[in-house]
């Protein structure tokens, strides 16, 4: 016969919530990893607006020299270059789908021959413009008589929400590199765009891009409020478990 204090100690271990516990554990185990997940994206943040800040002053360098160092696998994003493009403003485009603040309206990608680097060509986002300007763009404009200047980006990338680009149309709703540089017959693009800065068309054109500076940096608090929701799982998990002794 078992004595009372082995009937107490199964009943005990009876009542014990299994099931409830590897919820619990899985749940403060996902909570966790979301919380730290963010602390790691706001390292990753900070070292951008680092990045991009030093860079407000910075002067341009050499495109050659920077898609050099791209060549040999360093990281260029965020660089200011210039470039000589003397026939940016007349050369074919296509269009690259953006929201903007009057409504819809395009990205205008071109291309820029690059001579003497590592790629012979770059293409280049040269800003947004309405929909209904586009056509109004003049293509019979003169060379530039001075070096473009802009910053190197790599563009985001498409999910699942993206709808399909139209190459034959010369419409995108995603940056596919090697689909734009085959239809602006850019020969061994660069694996970067160039965000265009300056100069700005005189008349109706694309509004070149400034270096963003209002990028937002939310990381501590949604890991504050992961950790937040993790300590809060275990604390109701403690005081059932508290209640359950209790009866």
């Keep these: 016969m078992m004595t009372s204090e082995a009937r107490t100690g199964a009943a005990v271990r009876q009542g014990f919530p299994v099931v409830m516990t590897l919820f619990a554990a899985a749940a403060f185990a996902i909570l966790i990893g979301l919380g730290v997940w963010q602390v790691q994206r706001l390292h990753w943040k900070e070292g951008v607006l680092a990045r991009i800040a030093a860079l407000q002053a910075a002067p341009p360098q050499s495109i050659f020299e920077v ?7 360093g990281d260029i994003d965020y660089t200011r270059v210039s470039a000589d493009c003397p026939h940016i403003e007349s050369t074919p485009f296509v269009r690259l789908f953006a929201p903007g603040d009057g409504g819809g309206g395009f990205r205008i990608i071109t291309h820029c021959v690059l001579t003497g680097g590592p790629y012979h060509s770059i293409l280049v986002d040269r ?7 586009v056509a109004k763009m003049d293509a019979s404009k003169t060379p530039l008589d001075r070096a473009i200047v802009g910053v190197l980006r790599k563009g985001d990338a498409r999910n699942f929400l993206t709808p399909d680009n139209q190459p034959g149309q010369g419409l995108f709703y995603s940056r596919d590199i090697a689909v734009m540089a085959h239809v602006l017959g850019a020969v061994d693009p660069a694996p970067t ?8 068309p005189a008349d109706v054109g694309p509004k070149p891009a400034p270096v963003p500076v209002d990028i937002p940096n939310n990381h501590l608090s949604y890991a504050i409020t992961w950790f937040g929701l993790a300590a809060s799982l275990a604390g109701v998990y403690l005081a059932s478990l508290w ?4 009866r």
């Design 127 to 133: 800003g947004f413009i309405d929909q209904d300007q």
């Design 243 to 246: 209640r359950r002794r209790a």
């Design 193 to 200: 765009f160039l965000m265009l800065e300056s100069p700005a």
């Design 67 to 73: 898609l050099s160092r791209a060549r040999a696998g």
